[in-house]
C-alpha cells in the first residue's frame, strides 16, 4: 500500500485547507479510510475515519464541527476539508486505511499568524 498526501501548507488561524490522500496498492474501495497528525514531540493520532462507501463518518472531539472526511472511489482518494483552522492543529497529516501499518510522507499544515 502506498499513500501520498498533499495540500498542506501555511495558513492563518481561521483558515481552511483540504487535504487529499492518492492511495495505490490495494483494492481502496474495500478499506475503511483514516486521516492521523503528528504534532512535533507527540505521538500520532486519529483525526477522522471514513466508511467504505462514505455512508458513515467518525471524528477526534478536537476535529468535530470543524473537519469533514470524504473520499472518492473513483480517484482512490481520501478528502480531509479543514476549517476553523487553529495553531494547534499545526501537525504532519497522514492517510491510511484502517489497519495498515506503512505511512506515507504526510503533509505539514501550519497554522500561525
Known amino acids: 500500500a502506498q499513500f501520498v498526501e498533499s495540500g498542506g501548507g501555511l495558513v492563518q488561524p481561521g483558515g481552511s485547507l483540504r487535504l487529499s490522500c492518492a492511495a495505490s496498492g490495494f483494492t481502496f474501495s474495500s478499506y475503511v479510510m483514516r486521516w492521523y497528525r503528528q504534532a512535533p514531540g507527540k505521538e500520532r493520532e486519529l483525526v477522522a475515519g471514513?466508511?467504505?462507501?462514505?455512508?458513515?463518518?467518525d471524528y477526534a472531539d478536537s476535529a468535530k464541527g470543524r473537519f469533514t472526511i470524504s473520499r472518492d472511489n473513483s480517484k482512490n482518494t481520501v478528502y480531509l476539508q479543514m476549517n476553523s483552522l487553529k495553531p494547534e492543529d499545526t501537525a504532519v497529516y497522514y492517510c491510511?486505511?484502517?489497519?495498515?501499518?506503512?505511512w506515507g510522507q504526510g503533509t505539514q499544515v501550519t497554522v500561525s499568524s
Open positions: 491510511n486505511r484502517a489497519g495498515g501499518t506503512l
Open positions: 471514513i466508511s467504505i462507501i462514505g455512508g458513515s463518518t
